[in-house]
T-cell receptor, first 108, second 116 residues
Framework: GQQVMQIPQYQHVQEGEDFTTYCNSS?????IQWYKQRPGGHPVFLIQ?????EVKKQKRLTFQFGEAKKNSSLHITATQTTDVGTYFC????????FGQGTRLTINP | GAVVSQHPSWVICKSGTSVKIECRSL??????MFWYRQFPKQSLMLMAT?????????EQGVEKDKFLINHASLTLSTLTVTSAHPEDSSFYIC????????????FGPGTRLTVT
């Protein structure tokens, strides 16, 4: 079945440094979604990308969808302590398949 | 924004007992809801798709007789863990798409189940 791989599994940065997580699907995706889960919390929707090569920005967050619609990335510029959490990508046709997530920790 | 609630938020039960978890869409109707399980420091694993008025669709490896799902109304789906065992201890999260399966999922706050 469809698999969504996400790397890295963990990332620790100094506050102010940039952070990027990458997502790769074994099949072409109709869309890809990104979620953030704070420690002890539930996933919260961040964004959905639909078009090939699409790039969307939310303040310090930049999301990209690959030309082949099989990969995606989330880049955070100048991380802040509020960015701590696990970031998941998810894709799928009838139901979402989640990547393993990237846990971001930040040294203030 | 759309809100999905879950009850209870946490529950401790003894091995062999059954536990029911409720998932409600508070300000929208959801013909479809999804149930996930998340083990510590792991990703969300889809267990089943709950369909209003019809049988749930279970993912491979998920026992339908152990995880009973009922979607009796457009705003309520329930997951019952029957004859719970310690290995069923996990974080159970439901979600509902606002419109259609491709749209963003609104997740409930989750239910932490501990089976002793």
């Amino acid at each position: 079945g469809q698999q969504v791989m996400q790397i890295p599994q963990y990332q620790h940065v100094q506050e102010g440094e940039d952070f990027t997580t990458y997502c790769n699907s074994s099949t072409t995706l109709s869309n890809i979604q990104w979620y953030k889960q704070r420690p002890g919390g539930h996933p919260v929707f961040l964004i959905q990308l639909v078009k090939s090569g699409e790039v969307k920005k939310q303040k310090r967050l930049t999301f990209q969808f690959g030309e082949a619609k099989k990969n995606s990335s989330l880049h955070i510029t100048a991380t802040q302590t509020t960015d701590v959490g696990t970031y998941f990508c998810a894709g799928g046709a009838q139901k979402l398949v989640f990547g393993q997530g990237t846990r971001l920790t930040i040294n203030p | 924004g759309a809100v999905v609630s879950q009850h209870p938020s946490w529950v401790i039960c003894k091995s062999g007992t059954s536990v029911k978890i409720e998932c409600r869409s508070l300000d929208f109707q959801a013909t479809t809801m999804f149930w996930y399980r998340q083990f510590p420091k792991q990703s969300l694993m889809l267990m089943a798709t709950s369909n209003e008025g019809s049988k749930a669709t279970y993912e491979q490896g998920v026992e339908k007789d152990k995880f009973l799902i009922n979607h009796a109304s457009l705003t309520l789906s329930t997951l019952t863990v029957t004859s719970a065992h310690p290995e069923d201890s996990s974080f159970y999260i439901c979600s509902a798409p606002k419109t259609g399966n491709h749209d963003e999922q609104y997740f409930g706050p989750g239910t932490r189940l501990t089976v002793t």
